[in-house]
């Protein structure tokens, strides 16, 4: 069992998806979860096994707004008393090909997906340095490795997080403050939901393990990062993917 019990995360795009599926994985690990995003009914209706001492609240929050954020990482700290891992989880897309992208496509998906994180942990270290503890885990894609047609925007926002783990990783490792990033491939969600079966099937047929990922796939990476026996790792990109990319 991973060192991780009696800790307190904050999870941004905690009501669906990926995000959910961290938040479910944390509390049933004994992890006192702070859930952000902007409906946050289907956050506080997560089932929390009665057995674990885990548990969760809701944060309504636009992490894409600097003041917004401020005020939600101040309410979590009056509630928890302290952050010991910040998931930077939520994110957007808005596909189209360069040619005909508009300056607010590219705007909303920056601004929520890079600004967002930005500005979730610079809130978030405060404390994390005070504490000399934290665990920054940021959710990437390996779009942001490979490039991806008809997501210029989506990919250099993603790419773009994996440059800020890395600085911030320099930045904080002194204070026992790691920062990394889980780039995961193509995973079962509302975001991949919409995509046509012929677009899924191209897709599937480039993953070596023959199967999308699921929710609980990048879950259990993001425990592994999160705990205190990955302590020692700080400043990588980590693919799940079932083998797309292989660098
Ligand atoms: P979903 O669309 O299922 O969930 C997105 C979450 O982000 C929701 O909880 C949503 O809640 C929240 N969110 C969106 N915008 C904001 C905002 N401005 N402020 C606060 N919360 C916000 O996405 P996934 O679970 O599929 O994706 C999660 C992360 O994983 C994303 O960063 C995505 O880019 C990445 N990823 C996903 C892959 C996939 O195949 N699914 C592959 C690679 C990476 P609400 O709308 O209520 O605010």
Redo the contacts with the bound molecule.
Sequence with gaps: MFGIKDKTALI?????????SIAELFCQRGIKVAG????ITPINEIQIPSSTSGSIKGYS????DWENVKEMVLKVLEDFERIDILIN?????KDTLLARMTEEQWDDVLI??LK?AFNCTRHVIRPMLKQKFGRIIN?????GIMGNTGQAN?VAS?AGLMGLTKSSAQELAKRNITVNCI?????T????ENLSEDIKSQMKKTIPMGRFGT?KDVAALALFLASDESGYITGQTITVDGGMVMK
Excluded: E
């Excluded at 795009?13 to 995000?19: E, K, L, V």
């Design positions: 941004t795009g905690a009501s669906r998806g990926i995000g959910k952000i995003s902007r409906d929050c636009d992490i894409a989880n939520a994110g957007i897309t929520v997906n967002g959710i990437g894609s390996v779009v989506y993603k780039a995961p491939g193509f995973i969600t509302s975001m991949t929710p």
